[in-house]
């Protein structure tokens, strides 16, 4: 086996670098030889070259609050290179641009008719984002494989090619991901996950989704429809064409519109809204006992709606998932909630892109 | 362990209120105590806080067997207790109420503002966003708030063992909500938490491990995992639940 040239050991260390710059933020030199693992001077060397290209930038940073001289921090320059996320909804298309490090630089959001067609949604996404950032990443809520929605009850689209409606109203490349499994990537990244070898996100939007990362990174077939898991057998009609889905038991579009009453009504003590939430909680349980004995996931994040329905029936949701797991799959799984709210999706569509962006250095 | 409480016994006069009571708590982990009013839920926090001497039985911290005789000697070890009507000062602000007692100094006066960065950092560590203004006084927060700001004081402190005491009992949904979140996250950063509650969604919400007591003595201790609520239910109201409880061959003791 060949060595890798110097040209290439180099490329891969300033790779590595940045990497570590923009996931854990601004670092002294020491700590960045200590983490990479590399030698003194090849981070000398790096940090140089880096620093001419306008990727990073010293500073005299912190004190460490014992005597002598504060010590030098090296941080990226946000504005360096940059990645555009967008997330699309039934209501609205919410667009930031994100620099490295993860600061965010500019922040827009437009409103979407209910029941836009995709390409109307990707004209609305082109006008936010323009040509900005290097990257282009959306999110859509649903089951989406390799660009393409396969379907969406949120949007109500079916075999709808995204990347394509957005390539064309932009002239430019897209990576499409699921909203759940963005904000997996984004809550492994930026919020508390970071633990979660294999993290599943819920996402309780008009429609529930979820989305499966494996150390961080998407996997292709990790988006997963978690509201057409069937319940109820013979149950209501789901607007899907079949019959007792996790989302039509549990009425959840009536949740997405307003959770908070819901709940608040349940905790003030009401009847039906108590019983309600009870039989929502146990589907719930049902359908992820399924999902988790078909992935095996170590942490679960409810996200969306499905926070407030989780904290206000947790003991319905784990009574159900306690009978339809295995012992051993659940016994090492942690129920979380996510730290990043409303902000996951965007911050995890970015990290998608950073990640590309990054690993195309290499 | 971090807490390992062995045959723990208490007599009031002639009324044996806990009797033989065995509870292990590790560091990162959410142990519910659950248990109908006068199961005894109170007086083993108490006992545990050094309020009440215990009269049988032994307390271990560290796997080391302690004798707490005061809360002073709790506070020593790191434990730290929030009491459902919380110790806050009302015409204190929130950093002073952090660091009441504890107050960080520089030559003769206070030190303000290294107080404020270290009480703004704890609440971030914390992820509490919910209190913007460090510098206003607490009859100015809210329910939800307020327990906060006691909590949060214990993680500031450094301790290692929590008690909170019916935590949620005076809160609105939304904000029993954030407090739920919290308890989680204090046990995630490595914490042990001992947490008392009557409402079973709560208890779930955040557990570990669920230890039911009944009459004074334990009926079972549970993963929170392996549990479901109508287990639970039962071993509150009469002490077991099929082959779990009293009467049974574990007798209540985590196997």
Known sequence: MARPGTEELRRRNRAALLEQLHRHGPQTRAELTEALGLNRSTIATIATDLAESGHIQETTGRSTGSAGRPSTLVECVPKAESVAA?????????????????????????????????????????????????EAVAAVPGLVDAGAVAHSTELGWTGRDVAADLAAATSREWRVVDTATAAAVGEWSRGDAHDATRLLYLHGGRGLT????????????????????????????????????????????????????????????????????????????????????????????????????????????????????????????????????????????????????????? | MLLELTGLSKRFGPVEVLSDVDLSIDAGEVCALVGDNGAGKSTLVKCVAGIHAIDGGSISVNDEVRAISGPRDAAALGIEVVYQDLALCDNLDVVENLFLGREKVRGLVLD????????????????VRTIRNLRQPVASLSGGQRQTVAIAKAVLWNSRLVILDEPTAALGVAQTRQVLELIRRLADQGLAVLYISHNLNDVFAVADRIAALYLGRMAAVLDAADATQSQVVELITSGRSGTLGLGADTNGART
């Open chain 1, 86 to 134: 967008v997330e699309i909804r039934a209501d609205r298309v919410r667009f930031a641009l994100f620099g490295l490090g993860g600061e965010v630089l500019e922040r827009a959001e437009s409103p979407l008719l209910t029941g836009v067609e995709g390409p109307a949604a990707a004209e609305a996404a082109a006008a936010l984002v323009g040509g900005s950032g290097a």
């Open chain 1, 210 to 362: 979820a989305g499966l990362v494996v150390e961080g990174r998407a996997q292709r077939g990790g988006s997963i429809q978690l509201g057409h898991i069937v319940v109820e057998p013979g149950g209501l009609a789901c607007a899907c064409g079949l019959r007792g889905c996790l989302e039509a038991e549990m009425e959840a579009f009536g949740y997405a519109e307003d959770i908070e009453s819901a709940t608040a009504a349940a905790g003030m003590g009401d009847a039906a809204a108590r019983d309600g939430l009870r039989r929502s909680g146990e589907d719930l349980g049902r359908a992820l006992g399924a999902v988790v004995t078909a992935t095996g996931p170590d942490e679960i994040l409810f996200g969306g709606w499905l926070r407030e329905l989780y904290l206000s029936a947790a003991a319905p949701v784990r009574s159900a998932l306690a009978e339809t797991t295995l012992p051993h799959l659940r016994s090492r799984l942690r129920l979380r909630t996510p730290v990043l709210g409303e902000e996951g999706p965007l911050i995890g569509a970015a990290e998608t892109g950073f990640a590309a962006l990054i690993d195309r250095m290499r």
């Open chain 2, 112 to 127: 303000d503002d290294a107080m404020e960065q270290l009480a703004a950092e704890t609440l971030s560590s914390l992820a």
